[in-house]
């Protein structure tokens, strides 16, 4: 199974920024969705953003467009989310997800991200 290692995340204050990097260490990305989503304590899992390494589009969740960006490098199968303009509601667990483009493929869909890193810690302090 692909592993994904997310990194970059940490304690910084209302405003500021932090890149997050996932790096994977089976295989190409091509050919796939490559997720970010965040878990807050008591809350759901959601969907932060998702980029298409087949067609370089990029989708983002409400709460996080105009202020987070998501890219990758192909030649290192490594994804990035950097997150501008933080705020207390962006404190949470995010994950690096990986989903496989195919008829019925969903980048919004948690259910239908096949590979997860462990996640790392964002905390939003005032």
């Known amino acids: 199974q692909a592993q994904l290692i997310e990194s970059g995340g940490g304690l910084v204050q209302a405003g500021d920024s932090l890149r997050l990097s996932c790096v994977g260490s089976e295989g190409s990305f091509a050919g796939n969705y490559m997720g970010w989503f965040r878990q807050a304590p008591g809350k759901e899992r959601e969907f932060v953003a998702a980029?298409?390494?087949?067609?370089?589009?990029?989708y983002y969740g409400d709460s996080v467009k105009g202020r987070f960006t998501i890219s990758g490098d192909n030649a290192k199968d490594t994804v990035f989310l950097q997150m501008n303009n933080l705020n207390l509601e962006d404190t949470a667990i995010y994950y690096c997800?990986?989903?496989?483009?195919?008829?019925?493929?969903?980048?919004?869909?948690?259910?239908?991200?096949?590979?997860w890193g462990r996640g790392t810690q964002v905390t939003v302090s005032l």
């Open positions: 997800a990986r989903q496989r483009i195919r008829i019925g493929a969903d980048y919004e869909r948690k259910e239908m991200y096949e590979s």
């Open positions: 980029v298409s390494w087949t067609s370089g589009l990029r």
